[in-house]
């Protein structure tokens, strides 16, 4: 069953370390810093293998210790739950790792 989307204000106002992406589509966004390229490249296997056991899937990019995350629900065309879930699932590890 397709997802609702979810109002974008009201979810940030949970998600203190996110932000509304620039761009034409409604979507969350978070810049994470580690201490290191591996540091950060265990942040992604961690993220990664929740996607695949969601079937949901962050929009990415990686440059040495940076992770840029884009996180909206195409099927929906919007943020709805799934990316909720992820963005806290993200902090968590996060955190967890150092990253900030
Ligand atoms: N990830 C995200 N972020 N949004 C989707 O709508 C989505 C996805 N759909 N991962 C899934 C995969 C869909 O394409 C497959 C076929 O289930």
Do not use: C
């Not at 620039?22 to 961690?46: E, V």
């Not at 940076?66 to 806290?88: I, N, P, Q, S």
């Amino acid at each position: 069953m397709a997802q609702a989307v979810v109002d974008l204000t009201e979810i940030l106002k949970d998600l203190p370390r996110w932000s509304s992406a620039p761009g034409d589509r409604p979507a969350i966004a978070r810049s994470l810093t580690f201490a290191d390229f591996n540091t950060a490249f265990a942040f992604m296997t961690r993220v990664a293998l929740l996607a695949e056991k969601m079937d949901h899937h962050p929009e990415w990019s990686n440059v040495y210790n940076r992770v840029e995350v884009l996180l909206t629900t195409h099927d929906a065309g919007g943020v709805t739950e799934l990316d909720l879930k992820m963005a806290r699932f993200i902090d968590e590890a996060a955190t967890a790792l150092g990253g900030n």
